[in-house]
């Protein structure tokens, strides 16, 4: 099965991505059958011949998440970090001690009232 994936090319900070279609289980600096274009992570170029790749996606050729999400970022949508105010964690770390020890105590009087009738 044929796959349109990105294969790294550069150095370790300088990386760059060729966007190729190559066999669905070859490494990805293995041989690849074409090539598509090229896409930049520190400028954030993507150059990409669309007509290259509407033919092959016609052969039958699937596109990698990578791929995808690269050229339809609105489809994956960024994660949101949620963050939390440390008086509000303390206020529920509070909350939870006080409804524990009810019920500890509770136990422990149960407990002595069993030793007690016996």
């Known amino acids: ?7 790294p090319r550069g150095k370790t900070h300088q990386i760059t991505y ?8 070859s ?14 992570p520190q400028t954030k170029i993507i150059e990409l011949d669309k007509q290259k790749m509407a033919d092959w996606i016609k052969k039958g050729a699937q596109v990698t998440f ?30 939870v001690k006080i409804e524990e020890t009810p019920a500890e105590e509770i136990k422990s009087e149960e407990i002595k009232t069993e030793k007690v009738q016996a």
């Open 66 to 95: 990578g791929v995808d999400r690269l050229l339809n970022p609105d489809k994956y949508p960024k994660k949101v970090k949620i963050k939390v105010e440390k008086e509000k964690v303390e206020e529920v770390k509070e909350a």
């Open 27 to 40: 490494k990805l600096n293995g041989p690849v059958i074409d090539d598509l274009g090229f896409y930049t």
């Open 1 to 7: 099965m044929l796959k349109i994936k990105l294969a």
């Open 18 to 25: 060729r966007i190729v279609i190559a066999e669905d289980r």
